[in-house]
């Protein structure tokens, strides 16, 4: 196998990537001090910042330099609500409509429902007016009937399960895949057709095994990224 060296813009990218994510830096070196620390030309710096700037990890502003644009970080084995992972953001959850629905085919085993309705819930997220999420809910309608009337703009999801039917769910599973906006995801985000996003579908329950949602979230890539901590995977077996 042949093995190529980094060229000198990636070795750029690769070092400013690391300031940015691992280090918090906000505002970054100027070209001139990248240059001089990591021996490469202006040329290869001014190319590695062109392409984090293409993928929204930076920005530059007048005045100030370049900043970094931090991802908003999500743990993938956690039970916390898409409002709780947010909670050091000014977040505000618009709600685009509630409606009752046929079962999906999909949730049928989930809810352990062949027949019956859902109550679908789609919501989009803003931080300062930017949309960050668009997401939809189910829930059975059978069990959840009161959730079709309640409008939950700046209202948590879970909050709301607590205060009305003081349950909350407590495990679950989730995928996650990459998807290409279309034309609707796309203009719900903001974003054009063909952007990269995370595709998010999650089934939650609470202790007893009773299924109480399933959500699918469309976020932007380049604001999120997922991590998840584990002791000894070679021992992690699914239930």
Not at 184 to 210: A, E, M
Not at 212 to 233: M, P, R, V
């Amino acid at each position: 196998m042949e093995f190529k060296e980094r060229t000198a813009a990636v070795q750029v990218q690769e070092y400013l990537e690391f300031l940015i994510h691992f280090k918090k830096v906000s505002e970054l070196p100027s070209q001139r001090e990248i240059s001089e620390k990591l021996q490469v030309s202006r040329n290869a710096v001014k190319h590695a910042l062109d392409r984090l700037k293409n993928e929204g990890q930076i920005q530059a502003k007048e005045r100030t330099g370049i900043i970094s644009n931090r991802k908003i970080d999500i743990n993938m084995l956690g039970m916390d609500s898409m409002t709780t992972e947010l909670k050091n953001k000014t977040v505000k959850i618009k709600h685009l409509a509630t409606t009752i629905e046929k079962m999906p085919g999909r949730l049928k085993d989930f809810f352990n429902a062949p027949e019956g309705l859902v109550i679908k819930i789609a919501r989009i997220r803003f931080v300062k007016d930017i949309p960050l999420t668009y997401e939809i809910t189910y829930f059975n309608q059978t069990d959840f009937t009161r959730l079709a009337n309640i409008d939950f703009t700046n209202k948590s999801l879970y909050e709301v399960l607590e205060k009305e039917y003081q349950i909350k769910p407590t495990y679950g599973r989730e995928s996650i895949c990459c998807f290409l906006a279309d034309k609707k995801i796309g203009s719900l985000l903001q974003v054009k057709k063909g952007t990269p996003l995370y595709q998010v579908n999650s089934f939650n329950y609470q202790d007893d095994d009773f299924p109480i949602e399933s959500t699918t979230q469309y976020l932007l890539g380049n604001k999120f990224k997922y991590h998840f901590n584990a002791n000894n995977i070679y021992d992690y077996q699914e239930d």
